[in-house]
């Protein structure tokens, strides 16, 4: 039997790093895991409280809106307000998704087909990749420039840039979507309200639309708020961004995030998502209204626990002779294979990093072929792990100075 949307996809390389772990465990290695990026920091107390709550009414056990219940709407709206400035209409510029991954897939369904192009950063988080090619789009892949480079300074934007203009310039046809996520995954890197700028007038002049994941909305470091695409003028003409309550407010599994922006694309959207699913189990909605509301500043203490970590575990590798500069966000710290490692792939050095530290990380060669090279540290263990786990390293990584 032939599955023709999935035939072409490759092994999904995370999974051998993780079969490793798991084998690795189960033989009795205590394995710092380094790789999925998976939030270990407890959800908000009022969540939590609130989903309880919630849940023993018999009647928040039917089917809800698909598009969110009006009060988490305008909840999200006063978020934006309140945050980066942004005005927003509950009614027709903002969407509930069922985690920003669904979202961004099924907006992919909306904005594209076969025939039509997409332009996507490389390396990129797999989805972004993946989505457009499961709508049937052509790719365009746009190299990022390395961690050296990380950053919202003028040589990062100005190379980004020109090969924005040459994915746009070479090939037909000429792709209708642009897909952008910044604080970037998996590199870390930042950009500041002037580039977003550019992007819109960008995608103004060319009639596309472009896509911010916005997932590390408020993980931005050194003191940095990363901006909202929608604060740059004329962003509704062309823009929408994916806003996630999974690392901001540490509440993963509870797969609450939000489309916002251009009216048209967000009701295109709502529209497919009426076919596809009755919305968001209503003690969620409605445990995150209140979150939202009551809540505000907790991504404040996610995001310090984030950079803690990410100091913790360069200041480590720097001492056993991995020099890494620090990114500018996210909860990921994107590094080059050392220089005597070099002939190893990404999956082979992950591999025997997993069999011979008992650490693992993710290969980068699974954010696509401009991750080759690079491997991705996960801020998900504490600190104490974190050394932990350099001291692993430093064991395992005995070519290093």
């Not at 908000?44 to 409280?49: E, L, S």
């Not at 590094?335 to 650490?359: H, K, M, T, W």
């Amino acid at each position: 039997m032939e599955f023709r949307r999935i035939t072409n996809l490759p092994p999904y390389v995370f999974t051998i790093i993780n079969n490793l772990k798991i084998e690795a465990r189960r033989a009795g290695a205590d394995v710092i895991d380094l790789g999925f990026g998976n939030p270990d920091i407890p959800s908000p107390r009022i969540a939590v409280d609130k989903l309880r709550e919630s849940a023993e009414l018999p009647r928040n056990h039917r089917y809800s809106m698909s598009k969110g219940l009006p009060k988490l709407r305008q909840a999200i709206a006063g978020y934006y307000r309140n945050v980066w400035g942004v005005e927003l209409d509950p009614e027709t510029e903002i969407t509930n998704t069922i985690g920003s991954k669904e979202g961004f897939s099924h907006l992919m369904w909306v904005l594209l087909d076969r025939g039509d192009a997409a332009i996507v950063p490389s390396p990129s988080y797999p989805i972004h990749i993946y989505g457009p090619l499961f709508a049937g789009a052509d790719l365009r892949q746009v190299p990022m420039r390395s961690l050296a480079d990380v950053g919202s300074g003028e040589e990062f934007t100005e190379d980004f840039f020109a090969r924005l203009h040459d994915a746009w310039e070479i090939g037909w046809p000429k792709p209708r979507v642009l897909v952008i996520s910044f604080p970037h995954n998996p590199t870390g890197a930042t950009v500041d309200l002037p580039f977003m700028q550019r992007i819109v007038d960008f995608c103004r002049e060319r009639e596309m639309v472009v896509v911010h994941d916005f997932a590390y909305a408020d993980v931005g470091f050194d003191g940095h708020q990363p901006p909202s695409i929608l604060q740059a003028e004329g962003a509704k003409e062309c823009a929408v961004e994916l806003y996630s309550m999974t690392k901001s407010f540490s509440m993963a599994g509870w797969r609450c995030a939000f489309l916002l922006g251009n009216r048209d694309v967000v009701q295109a959207l709502v529209k497919l998502k009426t076919y596809l699913d009755y919305g968001m189990f209503q003690p969620v909605q409605i445990a995150a209204t209140v979150t939202i509301n009551e809540a505000a500043d907790f991504p404040k203490e996610v995001c310090a626990t984030y950079e803690r970590r990410c100091e913790t575990l360069i200041d480590g590798l720097a001492r056993i002779g991995w020099n890494i500069p620090k990114p500018g966000g996210s909860m990921f710290v994107w590094a080059r294979i050392p220089d005597p490692y070099a002939e190893q792939d990404s999956v082979e050095f992950c591999s025997n990093l997993v069999r011979d530290a008992s650490v693992a990380l993710s290969p980068g060669v699974g954010f696509g072929p401009g991750g080759e090279g690079f491997v991705r540290f996960a801020l998900i263990e504490n600190e104490m792990r974190i050394n932990q786990g350099v001291r692993n390293l430093r064991r395992a990584l005995t070519k290093l100075g």
